[in-house]
């Protein structure tokens, strides 16, 4: 059973419950979410914006990007997020996570009309951005960026502290709860029917207990006088006489030969 569990084989199997447990994880919580009735982003209160809560709304006005995140395997960037800044509830700032190219595109329109705005050059943006999504926190790194853009634009640390929130929308569709909670129930499902395989495949090839063939012992009982028989057959013989080892030591008849002494040094 050991060298199974050492082999390739059980790297598939854990393989496959990393999968299946993940996948099932994401998928419930995706479906949770799914279910939650979103925040109109119009008439969101700062106490409401917090981790882990659904929003959708349209986004009128926006800062520009504070912060670029690019997504490499080997040396190659597959994807790139774009965050930008954005006003929120009362008195708040926060960030939102573009990766569509048509909707970078328009914010950066937008971006363009908030500033030209508040220069005077516009009453107001004709640009909006719908969005729907969900509320994640900042790692440092993010933060960091976050505060230094703020900074560049005028805002104290006291200012920072007070309105600036260290959260991002996530946009999201909540569209991959069924996919993933598919795969992850399919995953499980392999690989109890591998650790099963598994199981069985090491009975079989468990080592087999000694058979006793015909019901008898594993040979003669002997060292010791009157054991010449097997154990458990027959009476025992009487134990030998001190006359009887006499006998067998003594002269026999024709025998030239006589007993030598002990032999002086």
Do not use: W
């Not at 419930?28 to 917090?50: H, N």
């Not at 705005?117 to 926190?137: A, L, P």
């Amino acid at each position: 059973m050991k060298h199974i569990f050492r082999s390739g084989f059980f790297k598939v199997i854990a393989i496959f419950l990393v999968v299946g447990v993940l996948c099932t994880i994401f998928g419930i919580i995706e479906l949770a979410d799914s279910k939650k009735t979103p925040i109109d982003l119009a008439t969101i209160s700062d106490d409401q914006i917090e981790k882990g809560a659904i929003v959708e709304g349209d986004i009128y006005y926006n800062f520009g990007i504070f912060e670029t995140v690019e997504n490499k395997r080997n040396g190659v960037t597959e994807s790139t997020y774009y965050r930008y800044v954005i006003p929120v509830g009362e008195k708040s700032y926060m960030g939102i996570q573009v990766t569509d190219k048509s909707m970078i595109a328009t914010m950066d329109t937008q971006t363009n009309e908030t500033y030209d705005m508040m220069d005077g050059k516009i009453e107001d943006t004709t640009t909006s951005v719908h969005v729907k999504g969900k509320i994640v926190g900042m790692d440092k790194e993010d933060a960091g960026y976050f505060k230094d853009f703020m900074s560049s634009g005028g805002f104290t640390d006291d200012e920072i502290s007070q309105y600036g929130k260290e959260y991002y929308i996530q946009i999201r569709n909540f569209d991959q709860a069924k996919p993933l909670l598919a795969v992850g129930i399919i995953a499980l499902i392999i690989d109890a029917v591998l650790i099963i395989l598994t199981v069985l495949k090491g009975k079989k090839a468990a080592p087999q207990p000694p058979q006793n063939f015909g019901g008898e012992g594993f040979g003669q009982i002997t060292g010791g006088p009157g054991m010449d028989q097997q154990a458990g057959m027959g009476q025992p013989q009487a134990p030998q006489t001190p006359q009887d080892f006499n006998q067998y030591f003594a002269q026999q008849p024709g025998d030239d030969q006589t007993p030598q002494g002990p032999t002086n040094f």
